[in-house]
């Protein structure tokens, strides 16, 4: 059973319109958790991370949200660009940046 | 110049064949991991290591062996592939609490 779940395969946002991509997860214990990017061709590349003392975190057009007691967290970007076209990793880690567990990934497309 | 440097980038084999896939790191990065993806999965990890003298197996190492060979360099072998194992394979270092700095990943297929 995956511990990490995006349940979207997919999601397609228009230029300049608010992408949100969503991340569930089972294991309590999980306290540090990121968000990934990749494009075809190369590896995964790292977005952003929260730690589970905070709720939010921001980073120029990236913005991520957890809720521990629904064991979700969210990825937004606004303004959404064609150049954020790419698959987006969650990952989630018990112990502080120990191992990472991956969900299956979002694919998101920006129209222009 | 890459950080992480994965070789071969491409590798198409036979059933039974032994395979190696390398991987160096230019980060000075004591923790090394490999993962493979397959469609709707994501990245599930096979071994890791944390040190020289120090290797780990990870969620899905059966069929698979690897060599922490310098703080720089960790392969990934199949001692005799499989058609199953044909998958996209990442390496990956970190620092400790730090995240993953991935290559761009070994497309390896076994017919």
């Known amino acids: 059973d995956q511990q990490v779940k995006q349940n979207s395969p997919s999601l397609s946002v228009q230029e300049g319109r608010i992408s949100i991509l969503n991340c569930d997860y089972t294991?309590?214990?999980?306290?540090?958790f990121l968000w990934y990017k990749k494009y075809p061709a190369e590896g995964p590349t790292f977005l952003i991370s929260?730690?589970?003392?905070?709720d939010k975190n921001e980073d120029g057009r990236f913005t991520v949200f957890l809720n521990k007691s629904a064991k979700h967290l969210s990825l937004h970007i606004v303004p959404s660009q064609p150049g954020d076209s790419a698959v987006y990793f969650c990952?989630?880690?018990?112990?502080?940046?120990?191992?990472?567990?991956f969900g299956p990934g979002t694919r998101l497309s920006v129209l222009p | 110049d890459a950080d992480v440097t994965q070789t071969p980038r491409n590798r198409i084999t036979k059933t039974g064949k032994r395979i190696m896939l390398e991987c160096s790191q230019t980060?000075?990065?004591?923790?090394m991991y490999w993962y493979r993806q397959d469609p709707g999965l994501g990245l599930r990890l096979i071994y890791y290591?944390?040190?020289?003298?120090?290797?780990n197996k990870g969620e899905i190492s059966d069929g698979y062996s690897v060599s922490r060979q310098a703080q720089a360099k960790f392969s990934l072998s199949l001692e005799s592939a499989i058609p199953n194992q044909t998958a996209l394979y990442f390496c990956?270092?970190?620092?400790?609490?730090?995240?993953?700095?991935f290559g761009d990943g070994t497309r390896l297929s076994i017919l």
């Open positions: 990956a270092t970190s620092g400790y609490g730090q995240p993953q700095h």
């Open positions: 294991n309590s214990m999980f306290d540090y």
């Open positions: 929260i730690s589970s003392i905070k």
């Open positions: 990952a989630a880690s018990a112990n502080y940046g120990q191992n990472f567990v």
């Open positions: 980060k000075g990065h004591d923790r």
């Open positions: 290591s944390f040190d020289v003298k120090d290797i």
